[in-house]
């Protein structure tokens, strides 16, 4: 479906892309994770011909960029793209008449995209008077009214409600059952977790890391993760080094990675003589490999 070969871009002496490479298959939900800075939005802005790389490729369905592959790719950005004083269906017959459709063909498929969001009886309210989360569903139908084969959804659940962000994922798992390719960006790393069959993630506009939950993984050898609260932290973090675990601290939350599940009282077995105020152990989450890869792995 879609395939990047090694794009770069810099702005002057500013290096924002190194030789990223990645690809999404249709059906797939690939999230492109990074910090701020990252060049998320400088791939994304390339990916839809707004920008040119100065090397590198992005191929659809192995044709290299030109104007009839940008017509395969529909964008949903961070602001919402819609005319605040038309309807839902004025705005999608508008935009499809800007992609080239016919007037029967935008009919069509401004009903079919709203109700494919879950908006198909909001047709003809006013889009300022919609919801958050309403507003964002209206922006992806923006986005599908072209039948594009890859839709890449910006941030799509940030500032929304948590109802909300359940109606847009189901948005999104939808898509993908229809062999619809996304591409999403998302701070939210429980957002990805769920939804995304893969994960590439960006620093310095280099991939450092790319895989599925479980292949990424690797990157926390642990069974399980142990979060601490003790006043002894100096005590705990020593024993723990006694005992072979490495120990990373999360914020102010003290961490112990465990090479194997332990019970509860086991745990603290193994700490015994240490006061510990609060204990919980939790499975390896996207959070932590997130955190590891961009702390610790070098951009090359």
Known sequence: M???????????????????????????VYGLLG??????????????????????????????????MRSLIGIAPQENIFYKSLTCEENLRFFGQLYGLSNELCRKQAKYCLELVGLGDRAKSIADTLSGGM??????????VHQPQLVVLDEPTTGLDIEARYEIWEVIRNLSSQDTAI????????????LCQRIGIIKQGSLLAEGSLEELRKYVPAKEIVLVCTPDEDLAIARAIELGFE??????????????????????????????DSIMRQPV???NIYVEVTRSLEVT
């Open 183 to 194: 591409l999403l960006t998302t701070h939210l790393l429980d957002e990805a977790e769920r």
């Open 35 to 68: 910090p701020n800075g990252a060049g998320k939005t400088t791939t994304i802005s390339i990916l839809c011909g707004l920008i040119k790389a100065d090397r590198g490729s992005v191929m659809m369905n192995g044709q290299t960029s030109s104007g009839a």
């Open 135 to 144: 507003q964002r569903r209206l922006s992806m139908a923006i986005a599908l």
């Open 285 to 287: 989450r996207l959070e």
């Open 2 to 28: 879609l395939e990047v070969r090694k794009i770069c871009k810099s702005y002057g002496k500013k290096q924002v892309l190194q030789d990223l490479s990645f690809a999404i298959q249709s059906g797939e």
């Open 247 to 276: 120990y990373r601290h999360y914020g102010r939350e003290l961490s112990f990675w465990l090479p194997k599940a332990l019970e509860l009282k086991e745990i603290l077995e193994y700490f015994d003589g240490i006061t510990i």
